[in-house]
């Protein structure tokens, strides 16, 4: 490393409303070294991505580019200054042939467009790669593995010297990372810098010549790869300050509500088992895309399982739609409750009534809105909803108080077995509090839980068992009282069980 | 057969299909109608198909988008009068010059659609809906509701649509016809061999690929719009040589023809896919029913109802027929060269 940094990026900050992303985070890519940015979900990692390739513009910080500071504005420039990026879902067009996808960056150079000579050029490109594809296919349905080749020979085509993969791997099979690490190898040694970004451990010790961990928006640590193990990697990403956070109590565990046994959805996830108690909560924990939501929709009925038995009140029963699991007591509370969980326009009262109108009606079949604003009011006592007016849109309340009224839409359906997804997700600290107390209270009364959270510390804090998935598979249950961060972590990223599946 | 799937693009195969149902429909019609393989009914269904195509293929940079643009009826009835107009006060203006200036007024509402739909980040629909309804009314004002007479024109657009190109026996190719032809022949190399039409499928393929790839969509979504105007401006043009007099409702409902020539075509309404010879063919395939249908002497109302019918049908075995096959078609696999061939790369 005797070379002078190509690309710096000083004291970045970056903010999106409450929520801070990027606080004043630095880091230095080398030309000729991989460097493996590491950190939980929600570390600032895609943030930081997003700046560097001019999507994103930094709040505050500056970004060196062979020590000369530049601004990015868009992804032309970034592209200019030869940074491109390779997204962890592959971003190609599928209304386009292959040679084009390659190309369309480029095409700026020529206004014409010379077929012959595009798939030529798209061919000796892909042998480069040591692939061969069809340059004249559409992109429409190729495999993943294929469609990362094009955004790999995409980023190549383009002189790229600053090039960021952003979990290239994940939909990789070993055979296919071991091609791509050939690849990597390659371009290392032709002067490219890459910032490799991944959660599986044993791949960044594998490849990378220094490694970078953020945590909660902030820089933690850099190290030659030689100085870093495993356990300091993980206790670097999770060393998050655990705080006031709520405990739950415990609670009588009742019947068995639900029993699942080698479910699975392919290619989502497969043989997930386990057994979920009346008032217990279950903790499901994992990375984004370990398939914890598939699991939630499947038993929501949205995206039914393909295999495997659920046993529900000692009934063994297939859910196929969300209407069903509403009537049998299941409901879920999605991850985007703006998107799926309200209705934005439409009043608070008329949000709680809608899962259960039909119990408002009279008898020519008119909502009656007194019974509605009845409903309403019970639910923003009980919750503590805090809004001037029952009327007013639900787009208008808080983060908080917007879960607040998707809890007492699905409460007030009496169900059985709440689903809840990343429950405290982007809502302020007293709030998240007051979910915690509610989902106690819940389990107090009897309610079966399964909680989706991304949230380490309220994973711990509010779950009896914990379940951890990774890649759509199920790592194991842990009882409350033997996890810890690391254990989560280390299972969460397969750290101990991926040597032995790699065998 | 893997030769066939790769050398012939899912497109084609469409496109095969388009002749092979305009064929049929022909054929049915020559069935009930007398006389219909004639000359006379050829002449009438082209001078049609000459303006609903000039107008879609104009339409179907926009539709790639992911965009539609139903202002264009009231583009064409606004520059067929103001043309008109202008013409009947200096009858020396060159063709040339006219046609200029009815394509420019035509860019000119094209581009305000355009800014306001990639600038203003309105929906097309509701920006177009709104520019139709403005457009028209700009006309009913400019006009003070007087219309504009044959006799007023100069001789030459009055003999324009009878202008013969070329000649086979008694069927001729007239110049509205070839005007539209040349038309598309452009469009259909802009589409596939410039980057900007390149461009364009991509938007409308990918929008997020699109930013991220560093295309400036909303520079190309304007431009799409104002040459979607100015084809719309030159078919104003075009619609007051077939027509002679024009009203304040001229080309009233022209766009939903449009549109529907465009559909049909196979152009896909949510951008991406579809090429100007499929437009093209759409257009042939709704003139030829639409003027067919006149010919039946079928009420008018039946004749939209029909119409419309035919379009769902024709829509409807389209995306079967392509969902089918689409997944068979364009399979492709990832091969792995040697070992020791990529050790060298």
Redesign the interface.
């Known amino acids: 490393m005797t070379a002078d940094p190509f690309l710096e990026i000083r004291n970045v900050s970056k903010q999106f409303g409450a929520t801070k992303a990027l606080e004043s985070v630095s880091l230095t890519l080398y030309p000729g070294e991989v460097h493996a940015l590491l950190g939980e979900n929600g570390a600032g990692k895609s943030t930081l991505i997003k700046i560097m390739?001019g999507?994103y513009q930094p709040d505050s910080g500056e970004i060196l580019l062979q020590g000369r500071p530049i601004s990015l504005h868009?992804?032309?420039?970034?592209?200019n200054h030869g940074i491109a990026?390779i997204?962890q879902e592959p971003?190609?067009?599928?209304?386009?042939n292959?040679a084009?996808n390659i190309f369309?960056?480029h095409?700026?150079r020529?206004?014409?467009?010379r077929?012959g000579k595009l798939y030529r050029d798209a061919e000796k490109v892909l042998?480069?790669?040591?692939?061969?594809?069809?340059v004249?296919?559409?992109a429409?349905?190729?495999?993943l593995?294929?469609q990362q080749?094009v955004e790999i020979a995409k980023a190549i085509s383009m002189d790229v010297r600053v090039l960021i993969m952003d979990e290239p791997t994940a939909s990789l099979s070993i055979h296919e990372v071991k091609?791509l690490f050939?690849l990597v190898r390659?371009l290392r040694k032709a002067g490219v810098a890459i910032l490799f970004i991944s959660h599986r451990l044993d791949e960044v010790f594998e490849i990378a010549d220094r490694v970078t961990v953020f945590r909660d928006g902030q820089f933690i640590s850099t190290a030659p790869v030689a100085e870093v193990t495993p356990e300091r990697a993980i206790q670097d990403m999770v060393g998050r300050e655990i705080g006031d956070i709520f405990v739950k109590e415990p609670s009588p565990r009742g019947d068995v509500v639900l029993s699942v046994k080698d479910l699975s959805r392919e290619p989502r996830f497969r043989n997930i088992n386990f057994e979920l108690h009346a008032g217990e909560v279950l903790g499901l924990a994992g990375l984004v895309g370990a398939g914890r939501t598939d699991v939630a929709l499947a038993l929501f009925g949205i995206a039914p399982a393909q295999n495997g038995h659920i046993t529900y009140l000692g009934k063994e029963v297939r859910l196929h739609s969300p209407k069903q699991a509403t009537q049998m007591g299941i409901v879920y509370v999605p991850e985007d409750r703006r998107q799926h969980g309200l209705v934005l326009p439409m009043s608070l009262t008329a949000n709680i009534s809608l899962p259960s109108v039909k119990n408002y009606r009279n008898q020519v079949g008119m909502v009656q809105h007194d019974k509605e604003q009845t409903t309403a009011e019970h639910y923003r006592q009980q919750l503590t909803i805090r809004t001037s007016s029952l009327s007013m849109p639900a787009g208008k309340l808080s983060g908080g108080n917007q879960q607040k009224v998707v809890l007492s839409k699905w409460l007030n359906t009496n169900p059985r077995l709440l689903i809840l997804d990343e429950p405290t997700r982007g809502i302020d600290v007293g709030a998240k509090q007051e979910v915690h107390r509610l989902i106690n209270n819940l389990a107090q009364q009897g309610m079966a839980i399964l909680m989706i959270s991304s949230d380490l510390p309220e994973v711990l804090a509010m779950s009896d068992r914990i379940l951890v998935m990774r890649e759509g598979q199920q790592m194991g249950i842990f009882e409350r009282h033997e996890a810890t961060q690391e254990t989560i972590m280390a299972a969460a990223i397969g750290q101990t069980l991926e040597r032995a599946a790699n065998e | 057969m893997n030769k066939i799937r790769r050398w012939v693009p899912l497109q084609r195969l469409r496109e095969f299909s388009l002749v092979i149902i305009l064929i049929i429909v022909v054929l049915i019609f020559g069935n009930q109608i007398d006389n219909y393989y004639t000359p006379r009914t050829f002449n009438r269904i082209s001078s049609t198909v000459a303006l609903i195509t000039l107008v879609a293929v104009g339409q179907t940079l926009v539709v790639l988008t992911r965009n539609v643009d139903l202002s264009v009826g009231s583009v064409v009835g606004f520059t067929a009068y103001y043309v008109g107009r202008y013409v009947s006060k200096n009858e020396d203006i060159s063709p040339v010059m006219l046609a200029a200036l009815a394509m420019s007024i035509g860019a000119g509402m094209g581009l305000i659609n355009g800014l306001l739909v990639a600038y203003g980040r309105i929906p097309a629909i509701v920006v177009t809906l709104g520019t139709m309804a403005i457009y028209r009314g700009v006309l009913v004002e400019y006009s003070d509701s007087k219309s504009v007479a044959t006799r007023q024109l100069p001789d030459w657009i009055k003999e324009l649509p009878q202008e013969s190109i070329l000649k086979y026996g008694e069927y001729e190719l007239r110049a509205l016809p070839a005007i539209a032809l040349v038309a598309a022949i452009i469009f259909f190399f802009l589409l596939l061999y410039t980057s900007f039409g390149r461009r364009l499928y991509a938007i409308g393929s990918s929008p997020e690929a699109a930013n991220l790839a560093g295309i400036r969509a909303p520079r190309m979504v304007t431009l799409a719009f104002t040459l979607c105007g100015a084809m719309a401006g030159l078919g104003g043009m075009l619609y007051l040589a077939r027509f002679g007099t024009i009203t304040v409702d001229a080309a009233r409902g022209m766009e939903l023809q449009v549109v529907a020539a465009v559909v049909v075509g196979g152009v896909n309404i949510l951008g991406g896919s579809g090429t100007v010879l499929g437009a093209m063919l759409g257009a042939i395939l709704i003139g030829t029913i639409e003027q067919s249908l006149i010919r039946m002497n079928i009420n008018e109302f039946w004749k939209d109802a029909l119409l419309g019918l035919c379009i769902i049908i024709a829509v409807s075995v389209d995306r079967i027929l392509i969902n089918q096959l689409t997944p068979w078609w364009s399979r492709t696999e990832l091969q792995r060269m040697p070992e020791e061939h990529h050790a060298a790369a």
Do not use: K
Request: charged share 10%; glycine share 6%; proline share 6%.
């Open positions: 390739t999507i868009n992804s032309a420039q970034a592209q990026a997204y971003l190609v067009f599928p209304d386009l292959i084009e369309i960056s095409q700026r020529n206004p014409m467009v077929w042998a480069q790669l040591g692939v061969a594809l069809d004249r296919a559409l429409r349905g190729l495999p593995a294929a080749t091609h050939g390659n």
